[in-house]
C-alpha cells in the first residue's frame, strides 16, 4: 500500500474526464489535480512550448510527494512524453497507449477514426500506436481545433446549433470512411460525447482516452501492490492557474459535483 496521491493534469479542464473516472475506480485514492486554465488551449502551440508548459506543470505537482503522474491530457502525451519520462523518477502515464489498446481490442474492420487538437494529430502518436498493434489498421485522423474552446465554455449539449455544426463538419470525412470505432484523441471530447455520437451513429465506439488512462493507472498500482485501501475516502484537491471560482464553475459541469471548497490557484510561471 502506497498512500502518497496521484497527480493528475491537463491544459484546461479535460483532464477531469479522468479524474472523474479515478474516483469511480479508485475510490480510496488522493488525487492532486492541475489544470493550466491560464494558458489552454495547448494544443495548436508549437511542440517546444509545450514541451516548456508540460515541464512546468509537472514541477508543479512535483512540489507534492506523489506515487504517479498521469498526463490526462491528449497533446501533452502526444508531444511531451518521452521528454517527461526521461526528466522523472517516477512513473508518468500518458492517454496514447491506453486508447490505442483500447481501439484495436473494440474495432472488428480495422477502420478507426482519431481525432484531436492540431498538435496531437501532427505528431502521428495515436496512429502509431494503434498500428504497433494492429499493422493492417485503416486510419483517418482528423484535427478538431474549435472543440476545447467550445468545451471550455460549456457548450456541450445536445441542441447547441453551433456545436452540432462544428461537430459535423469536423466529423464528415470520418463517417464517410466507415469507421467502426472513433478515438476521442483529446481529454475534453467525451463532454461532446452526446453530440459525437448522435452524429456518428450507434455503429460506431467511442474511445474515452481519460477513462482509458484511469484504467491503465489503476493497473499500474495495482501490478505494484500500491493501491490505497478503497473503503477509505479519498482526498481530492484541485488547481488551477486562472480564477479558482471559474474553475470550480467548469467543474462541476465535468465532475458532476461541487468542488468549490477544494480549488486553489496557483502562479505556474513560477515553477
Ligand atoms: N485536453 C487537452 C487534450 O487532450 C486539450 C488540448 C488543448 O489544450 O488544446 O489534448
Known amino acids: 500500500m502506497d498512500t502518497r496521491p496521484i497527480g493528475i493534469f491537463d491544459s484546461g479542464m479535460g483532464g477531469l474526464t479522468c479524474v472523474r473516472q479515478m474516483i469511480r475506480l479508485l475510490p480510496g485514492e488522493d488525487i ?13 502551440r508549437s511542440a517546444e512550448t509545450i514541451v516548456r508548459y508540460a515541464r ?6 512535483r512540489s507534492f510527494d506523489l506515487k504517479t503522474i ?12 518521452d521528454v517527461l519520462e526521461r526528466e522523472n523518477d517516477l512513473p508518468i502515464l500518458g492517454v496514447v497507449q491506453p486508447a490505442a ?17 492540431k498538435a496531437t494529430i501532427r505528431s502521428g502518436a495515436y496512429e502509431a500506436s494503434i498500428r504497433a498493434l494492429l499493422p ?5 485522423a482528423k484535427a478538431c481545433p474549435l472543440l476545447v474552446p467550445l468545451v471550455e465554455d460549456g457548450r456541450v449539449h445536445r441542441g447547441d446549433a453551433v456545436t452540432e455544426r462544428v461537430v459535423e463538419e469536423y466529423l464528415a470525412p470520418v463517417k464517410t470512411a466507415g469507421v467502426d470505432t472513433l478515438v476521442l ?63 470550480a464553475a467548469t467543474a462541476a459541469l465535468f465532475l458532476g459535483k461541487d468542488i468549490s471548497d477544494r480549488v486553489e490557484r496557483v502562479a505556474i510561471e513560477n515553477y
Open 32 to 44: 492532486v489535480y492541475f489544470g493550466d486554465t491560464g494558458r489552454v488551449p495547448y494544443g495548436g
Open 56 to 61: 512546468q506543470d509537472v514541477a508543479f505537482l
Open 70 to 81: 498521469v498526463i490526462a491530457c491528449g497533446t501533452v502525451s502526444t508531444t511531451a512524453l
Open 101 to 117: 489498446k483500447a481501439a484495436v481490442n473494440t474495432t472488428k474492420s480495422g477502420k478507426i477514426g482519431v481525432i484531436g487538437t
Open 136 to 140: 493492417e489498421a485503416q486510419l483517418i
Open 185 to 247: 484523441g483529446c481529454t475534453h471530447y467525451p463532454l461532446l460525447m452526446d453530440v459525437i455520437s448522435d452524429y456518428m451513429g450507434t455503429g460506431v465506439t467511442l474511445i474515452d482516452t481519460g477513462e482509458e488512462a484511469a484504467r491503465a493507472a489503476a493497473a499500474l498500482l495495482f501490478e505494484q501492490s500500491q493501491l490505497n485501501d478503497p473503503s477509505r475516502k479519498g482526498r481530492r484537491r484541485y488547481y488551477a492557474s486562472d480564477s479558482a471560482a471559474d474553475f
